[in-house]
Nanobody, 114 residues
């Protein structure tokens, strides 16, 4: 299973970005999906997750600003990020749980700066 994340970039405070993460592989049976991030000099933290039935969870710092969603038919995960703040600057990683194993994407850099 390979995950390809995209959508990162440079955005001004208050702006928006949409991250995508597509999985490739045969006969995928994906359960939970999620996004984590790692800011410079900090540990990686979980940002949001979503179950196969669509139940989502968010870290407190992004609640009301970020929305996680998934397209099961396309094996693709999304993260809509609105109201971005400088403290959201980080490398964002997607991760999928497939048959008991967690797979990680390569990361996409989000920089929030004026």
């Amino acid at each position: 299973v390979q995950l390809q994340a995209s959508g990162g970039g440079l955005v001004q405070p208050g702006g928006s970005l949409r991250l995508s993460c597509a999985a490739s592989g045969s006969s995928l049976s994906i359960s939970d999906m999620g996004w984590s991030r790692q800011a410079p000099g900090k540990q990686r933290e979980a940002v949001a997750s979503i179950t196969v039935s669509g139940k989502s969870l968010y870290v407190d710092s992004v609640k009301g600003r970020f929305t996680i969603s998934r397209d099961n038919a396309k094996s693709t995960l999304y993260l809509q990020m609105n109201g971005l703040k400088p403290e959201d600057t980080a490398v964002y990683y997607c991760h999928f749980l497939v048959a008991g194993t967690t797979y990680w994407g390569q990361g996409t850099l989000v920089t929030v700066s004026s």
